[in-house]
């Protein structure tokens, strides 16, 4: 199984990212997935979920400004970020749990398995 992020990149405060997440080598899609970031100096926070029902959950430091989802058929979940803040300044990271352990969305980056490489956000003011 892999995961795979891209869209990361460098944008001005009040600007947007979309970021992707492919997931390979592994053919059911009841899983749950989510993103995760890390800043330097910092611990790896959840900043979206999305579950096999297309159940979401948001922390309140981006609710309102991401929006979490997934194509199934392409077995792709994307991150729409909208009125980045310098905060949001992180690497990001996709992550699943493989095989299925639960149902609805977990937040603790414990509770996944499987992890991307990252993807670089860098939000200038």
């Known amino acids: 199984v892999q995961l795979m992020e891209s869209g990361g990149g460098s944008v001005q405060s009040g600007g947007s990212l979309r970021l992707s997440c492919v997931i390979s080598g592994y053919i059911d899609s009841a899983y749950s997935m989510a993103w995760f970031r890390q800043a330097p100096g910092k611990e790896r926070e959840g900043v979206a979920t999305?579950?096999?029902?297309?159940?979401?959950h948001y922390p309140d430091s981006v609710k309102g400004r991401a929006t979490v989802s997934q194509d199934k058929a392409e077995n792709t979940m994307y991150l729409q970020m909208n009125s980045l803040k310098s905060e949001d300044t992180a690497m990001y990271y996709c992550a699943t749990r493989l095989p299925p352990l639960w149902i609805g969305c977990r937040t603790e980056s414990s509770e996944y398995n499987y992890w991307g490489q990252g993807t670089q956000v860098t939000v200038s003011s």
């Open positions: 999305i579950d096999n029902l297309g159940n979401t």
